[in-house]
């Protein structure tokens, strides 16, 4: 079964950090850009990082440049991202996602058709 | 990276058809053929039912159908059924591996 199950959520301080990991099985985890969404309470999803195959190519939005850092390692099927500097507007359900199967070994990302769980983050005093 | 623009609500009967738009530029929807559509139910992680505009991932009911015109794609459901009722967003390609998605569309069956 192909699985994407993220951890790492809690309760942060403003400027604080976290560091949030997706364990993915299932599935060649090495073939794969992988990215990560979130989607504020109540709010709309928001495409927020990805990564390519050997974690050399990254892509961010621009209201996390410079405060999050996505990263892999393919020796341990995971997925990573570095929150710094953390605001209330950060608070947030993150998932980590895949794109579909066909994307597998190219420079592909399409869509995100493999999505986890999620884990909650919230920024607060 | 601005949001593209979806109608808030959209609602209909069952067996009805409905179309959701989504409205971006020609840096995002209009530059390339890679909208997908996603629909999410509360407390759910998001599912992808449509991708590069057109295309339905197997298992996906053929009453779920995109398009695009310009900057614009949309969604239609038709044969509505009141599983349907969810929130339904779309997302485009925005360039450099950068992704947008839109605003959000909370579908009602009545």
């Known amino acids: 079964e192909v699985l994407l199950v993220e951890s790492g959520g809690g309760l942060v301080q403003p400027g604080g950090s976290l560091r949030l990991s997706c364990a993915a099985s299932?599935?060649?985890?090495?073939?794969?850009?992988m990215s990560w969404v979130r989607q504020a309470p109540g709010g709309g999803l928001e495409w927020v990082a990805d990564i390519n195959q050997d974690g050399r190519g990254k892509a961010y939005v621009d209201s996390v440049k410079g405060r999050f850092t996505i990263s892999r390692d393919n020796a341990k099927n995971s997925l990573y991202l570095q929150l710094n500097s953390l605001r209330a507007d950060d608070t947030a359900v993150y998932y980590c996602?895949?794109?579909?199967?066909?994307?597998?070994?190219?420079?592909?990302?399409?869509?995100?058709?493999?999505w986890g769980q999620g884990t909650m983050i919230t920024v607060s005093s | 990276q601005s949001a593209l623009t979806q109608p808030a609500s959209v609602s209909g009967s069952p067996g009805q058809s409905i179309t959701i738009s989504c409205t971006g530029t020609s840096s995002d929807i209009g530059g390339y053929n890679l909208v997908s559509w996603y629909q999410q139910y509360p407390g759910k992680a998001p599912k992808l039912i449509i991708h590069?505009?057109?295309e339905r991932p197997s298992g996906v009911a053929d009453r779920f159908s995109g398009s695009q015109s310009g900057n614009t794609a949309s969604l239609t459901i038709a044969g509505l059924q009141a599983e349907d009722e969810a929130a339904y967003y779309c997302?485009?390609?925005?360039?450099?591996?950068?992704?947008?998605f839109g605003t959000g569309t909370d579908v009602t069956v009545l």
């Open positions: 997302c485009s390609y925005g360039g450099g591996w950068t992704y947008v």
């Open positions: 996602a895949r794109p579909p199967e066909y994307c597998s070994g190219g420079g592909c990302i399409d869509a995100f058709d493999i």
């Open positions: 299932g599935f060649s985890f090495s073939s794969y850009w």
């Open positions: 590069k505009v057109i």
